[in-house]
Nanobody
Framework: QVQLVESGGGLVQTGGSLRLSCAAS????????MAWYRQAPGNQREFLAA???????NYADSVKGRFTISRDNAKNTAYLQMNSLRPEDTAVYYC?????????????WGQGTQVTVSS
């Protein structure tokens, strides 16, 4: 059984920062790409950023220059450093990962963590 657990969400004022964490646990052989998405009420889930096992990253234009994705392969953990937060960043933030187990590879989602940015 594999789980992705996000943490670090909360309430922050406009211009503030938060750091989200996503920890993968269970029987894991390796983790390929890890990514962050978000979903605001009434909106579709939106891609934010991804990082490969080798450290290559890519970002959505909406967060480029403000958000930074990173990962610690030894800890099976990804991070999302969010700076200069705006009210429109308010959403539930989800972690996503391609995880290889002994006999299969599968895509997993976390349960989400709420980020609220007050104006």
């Amino acid at each position: 059984q594999v789980q992705l657990v996000e943490s670090g969400g909360g309430l922050v004022q406009t211009g503030g920062s938060l750091r989200l964490s996503c920890a993968a646990s269970g029987t894991i052989a390796s983790i390929d790409a890890m990514a962050w998405y978000r979903q605001a009420p009434g909106n579709q889930r939106e891609f934010l950023a991804a990082v490969t096992s080798g450290g290559s990253t890519n970002y959505a234009d909406s967060v480029k220059g403000r958000f930074t994705i990173s990962r610690d392969n030894a800890k099976n953990t990804a991070y999302l450093q969010m700076n200069s937060l705006r009210p429109e960043d308010t959403a539930v933030y989800y972690c996503n990962a391609d995880i290889r187990q002994l006999f299969r590879s599968r895509n997993y989602w976390g349960q989400g963590t709420q980020v609220t940015v007050s104006s």
